[in-house]
């Protein structure tokens, strides 16, 4: 059984059309790989949306984001990046850069 990186539904678009091309998370969901062919399902259900592959992975500091990174999460600043991580991890500082692209659809 292939592992599974969840996502919220609301941006399953974003992710299917490419626009959203990396998340952010905690060290807790910072165990994949260079090279990792997994499904990409919904948080809310655990639907199967896609399959992607992991291009890079970038261990930073909250302070650190920028636009790039914004860009690659489909957001216009980085002060609403910023604004969700808080929202999503409230006091952490050590995050995870995940870039991907979509292998194929479900």
């Known amino acids: ?5 969840t996502f919220f539904q609301r941006l ?3 992710i299917l059309t490419g626009k959203k091309t990396a998340t952010i998370r905690d060290k807790s969901d ?12 919904t948080h809310e259900d655990g639907r199967k949306m896609c399959q992607i ?9 909250l302070s650190e984001l920028n636009r790039t990174h914004a860009k690659a999460e489909n957001l ?8 969700i991580i808080r929202k999503i ?3 952490e500082q050590d995050l ?5 692209r979509v292998v194929s659809g479900c």
Do not use: N, R
């Open 12 to 14: 399953e678009c974003q």
């Open 89 to 91: 991890y409230p006091t």
């Open 96 to 100: 995870f850069f995940i870039q991907f």
């Open 1 to 5: 059984m292939s592992s599974c990186m």
């Open 30 to 41: 910072s165990h994949y790989s260079v090279g990792q062919i997994l499904d990409a399902c």
């Open 53 to 61: 592959e992991i291009l890079s992975i970038e261990s930073l500091k």
């Open 76 to 83: 216009p600043f980085v002060f609403v990046l910023k604004w």
